[in-house]
């Protein structure tokens, strides 16, 4: 059984660019979140979707949006991108009345903006 | 507005004895506490969590964690330290009044180094 996949593993911008990032949630999960790491720091919460819409946001700029598919997968993009968007973006998934917010998370899609 | 405060932002430890990693938190409803590990290049993965109930929570790996509400403390502790145990802890609080589906605020993380 998958967990959860993100991709591109690696990807390098320049400032100003745009950047999309995916992720498919671990088999019979319906809700997905977003986390920036940046180096030597804890995830941040983005955003949460569930039920293809943004239920929960972090205190992120609007220049981070999202989208959650049928199919329950999720994008993660992020507009005019500053040298401080450089971080680890962690996609984790979860079961919405699971209980306690058990999340599975994959190995991210480490962004660098130069 | 919750927020976690991890005291050390590295500890090392001898192999084979105890591992104790600090966690404060504060939250203005009562909190679901969870600790997590996040191991090179991998995503993180949940040690333990409380929610209700037991103030003394057992994980994996041999890892437990006591849930004090006086002291704001959900301290993560093991017996004996393993060299497999080396990895980045990070603890995180979710408020209750969410019914454990809101987002999570981690702390900085603790990178615990193993000495042979």
């Known amino acids: 059984d998958a967990g959860v996949t993100q991709s591109p593993t690696h990807l390098i911008k320049t400032r100003g660019q745009q950047v999309t990032l995916r992720c498919s949630p671990k088999s019979g999960h319906d809700t997905v979140s977003w986390y920036q790491q940046a180096l030597g720091q804890g995830p941040q919460f983005i955003f949460q979707?569930?039920?293809?819409?943004?239920?929960q946001r972090g205190n992120f700029p609007d220049r981070f949006s999202g989208h959650q598919f049928p199919n329950y997968s999720s994008e993660l993009n992020v507009n005019a991108l500053l040298l401080g968007d450089s971080a680890l973006y962690l996609c984790?998934?979860?079961?919405?009345?699971?209980?306690?917010?058990?999340?599975?998370f994959g190995a991210g899609s480490r962004l660098t903006v130069l | 507005a919750q927020s976690v405060t991890q005291l050390g932002s590295h500890v090392s430890v001898s192999e084979g004895a105890l591992v104790l990693l600090r966690c404060n938190y504060s939250?203005?409803?009562?909190?679901?506490l969870f600790w997590y590990v996040q191991y090179p290049n991998q995503g993180l993965q949940l040690l333990l969590k409380?929610?209700?109930?037991?103030?003394l929570v057992k994980g994996i790996n041999g890892f437990e964690a006591e849930f004090k509400k006086s002291e704001t403390s959900f301290h993560l502790t093991k017996p004996s330290a393993h060299m497999s145990d080396a990895a980045e802890y990070f603890c995180?609080?979710?408020?209750?009044?969410?019914?454990?589906?809101?987002?999570?605020?981690f702390g900085k993380g603790t990178h615990l180094i193993i000495q042979p």
């Open positions: 984790a998934s979860s079961l919405f009345r699971g209980g306690a917010n058990v999340l599975t």
């Open positions: 979707y569930y039920e293809e819409e943004e239920r």
């Open positions: 939250s203005s409803v009562p909190p679901y």
């Open positions: 995180a609080v979710t408020p209750w009044s969410g019914g454990g589906a809101d987002g999570l605020t």
């Open positions: 409380y929610t209700t109930g037991a103030t």
